[in-house]
């Protein structure tokens, strides 16, 4: 590793950190309160991951190898446990986790090189922050950050055994490479396509956030008032709403008390529901008449959301 291609390194990085470095620099509550509810250092999750007689920082080397267990364990045959997917589908498929294995190996093999020393960095440091340094540690959306390295220790296997079928004794070996990379590449994109559309949708558990998501932005923007019965599970500011939902505002219940009616503009009426809120969605019913109320469900059968729609006048 050349001196200049470690101040490229460092610069590359410094570009991507300044920005958001800048941004907490102005405003450094929110990074220490990000920390401080973020952190494993914290004597009730401690409890709660290694038991009830465990506390910092007595227990810090047993905390720290759980956690790293539970990171590692992602880029095999585990599923997501942060929250926003379901666990019960595996993150990689079996051939993709063994190429990430193995190219994990192929790359700890030459760790002096500066390709390979770079991609180290960028794995360890990420998951190291984005994983091992915080709650529950087996959570895909933080470790995004990562997923890229992941991929690229496959690159590195690939090379590396493209590297030796290039010794073979075998005149014109290159012209294997467009028919077993092709192969290999159509199998991952049809297990792929398999997981992720046939097998991942029956059993996501969390889809209420998108489904809800749905629902508002195909109400659109500008013809119903929109309420959400969905707290504590989700509220109007859920990443999925947000995003799937663009423009389409919503006002936020935590029961049917806190409703106030809309102004007589000719808007519509729609309060999407939860089921653990029925009651307050029926209390609802009964306040505003003219309405129909409908139950979407999961593949599974199981009831995602109901809501409740007064169709806009004229």
């Given at each position: ?17 300044a ?17 401080n509810?973020?952190s ?11 038991g ?30 942060g ?6 589908t595996?993150?990689?498929d079996v ?14 093999a ?19 922050f ?20 992941a ?11 493209w ?8 005149r ?20 792929n396509?398999t ?18 998501a ?5 109400n ?21 709403i ?11 219940l ?10 007589d ?20 019913e009964?306040?505003?008449p003219g ?8 593949p ?15």
């Amino acid at each position: 590793i050349t001196i200049w291609q470690a101040v490229a390194f460092v610069f590359g990085f410094f570009i991507i950190v300044a920005p958001l470095g800048e941004h907490y620099l102005e405003n450094p509550a929110q990074f220490s309160g990000r920390v401080n509810e973020v952190s494993i250092f914290q004597e009730g999750y401690v409890k709660q991951l290694l038991g009830p007689n465990a506390s910092l920082p007595g227990s810090l080397p047993a905390l720290l190898l759980e956690q790293t267990r539970r990171t590692l364990h992602l880029f095999g045959r585990a599923g997501d446990q942060g929250g926003f997917y379901s666990g019960n589908t595996p993150n990689f498929d079996v051939v993709t986790s063994a190429m990430i294995w193995l190219g994990l190996g192929a790359t700890l093999a030459r760790p002096r090189r500066y390709h390979e020393a770079s991609l180290l960095v960028w794995f360890f440091l990420g998951i190291l922050f984005s994983s091992i340094l915080t709650l529950g540690a087996q959570s895909g959306q933080r470790i995004l950050i990562v997923t890229t390295a992941a991929f690229l220790f496959g690159g590195v296997l690939m090379a590396r055994l493209w590297s030796l079928v290039q010794r073979l004794p075998v005149r014109n070996i290159e012209w294997l490479a467009a028919p077993a990379g092709t192969t290999l590449a159509l199998w991952l994109l049809s297990a792929n396509i398999t997981i992720y559309f046939f097998e991942y949708v029956p059993r996501a558990e969390m889809s209420e956030q998108t489904a809800v998501a749905r629902e508002m932005a195909n109400n659109g923007p500008g013809r119903y008032h929109t309420y959400l019965l969905t707290t504590p599970i989700f509220d109007p500011n859920h990443p999925s709403i947000k995003f799937i939902a663009r423009g389409v505002e919503a006002t936020n219940l935590r029961n049917a008390a806190e409703f106030k009616p809309p102004p007589d503009d000719g808007l519509g009426v729609a309060v999407i529901a939860l089921e653990a809120h029925l009651a307050d969605l029926q209390a609802l019913e009964a306040r505003l008449p003219g309405g129909t109320e409908n139950r979407v469900f999961a593949p599974t059968g199981r009831v995602l959301y109901l809501v409740y729609r007064v169709p806009p006048k004229g």
